[in-house]
Structure formats: structure tokens, C-alpha cells
């Protein structure tokens, strides 16, 4: 079983930053490298999205809504995966979720393809 476990949420004003962190345990001593990491939102009357994705093999993978802004990166040793958030903008409000899978799933699938989920964080952008 792995349990991912989201902090780093708060409230901040336009363009400003936030680091989101998801802390993993489960099977293996590093889950976040033995498993396909990905950060999702989902805002209020909308479905969850995915917005970056990092591969076993360190590959990376951003949604365009954030590409150039956010950058998902994992720490081994703390088994810790983070999602860098910068320009923050008020269409960034929404919860933030962390996810786990054994594969990468393929682009395009449902937000549902992924196994494993935190409980989420929230971000509040203000103008």
C-alpha cells in the first residue's frame, strides 16, 4: 500500500510562489522513484487535471497551462515529491493532489488511471 501525504498549500497573491511537498511510503524504500509521480487539481464544477508527471526514469511531462511555471522534482532520500510553483495566478486556485502509479499512464487518460491519491492540499491565488 502506499500512502502519499500533501502540505505546502496556502494563500498567496498573484504572481507569487508555493512549493507544494507529498511525502510516500509503502512498499519500497523509495516509492517516489519506484512509481510514476504526478500532481493533479481539481477546482470547484471542474474535473481533475493533470499537471505534471515524472517518470521512472526521471522524464518529466507538463501540462501547457503550466509548463515554464511549475516544476515537479523528488527528493529520494526523503522520499518526497515537490511541485515548485511560480507567477502563481488566480486560475491556479484549486486543491492540489499528488498521485502514484506503477507505470506512467498514457497521456491523454483519465485522472482515474492513477492508483494511488493524497488527501490534497489547497491553493488560493488572489488578484
Known amino acids: 500500500q502506499v500512502q502519499l501525504v500533501e502540505s505546502g498549500g496556502g494563500s498567496v497573491q498573484a504572481g507569487g510562489s508555493l512549493r507544494l511537498s507529498c511525502a510516500a511510503s509503502?512498499?519500497?524504500?523509495?516509492?517516489?522513484?519506484?512509481?510514476?509521480m504526478g500532481w493533479f487539481r481539481q477546482a470547484p464544477g471542474k474535473e481533475r487535471e493533470v499537471l505534471a508527471r515524472l517518470g521512472l526514469s526521471g522524464n518529466t511531462w507538463y501540462s501547457d497551462s503550466v509548463k515554464g511555471r511549475f516544476a515537479i522534482s523528488r527528493d529520494n532520500a526523503k522520499n518526497t515529491l515537490y511541485l515548485q510553483m511560480n507567477n502563481l495566478k488566480p486560475e491556479d486556485t484549486a486543491m492540489y493532489y499528488c498521485?502514484?502509479?506503477?507505470?506512467?499512464?498514457?497521456?491523454?487518460?483519465?485522472?482515474?488511471?492513477?492508483?494511488?491519491w493524497g488527501q490534497g492540499t489547497q491553493v488560493t491565488v488572489s488578484s
Open positions: 498521485a502514484a502509479n506503477a507505470y506512467c499512464p498514457s497521456l491523454g487518460s483519465k485522472y482515474t488511471s492513477w492508483a494511488y
Open positions: 509503502g512498499y519500497t524504500v523509495s516509492t517516489v522513484s519506484s512509481y510514476c
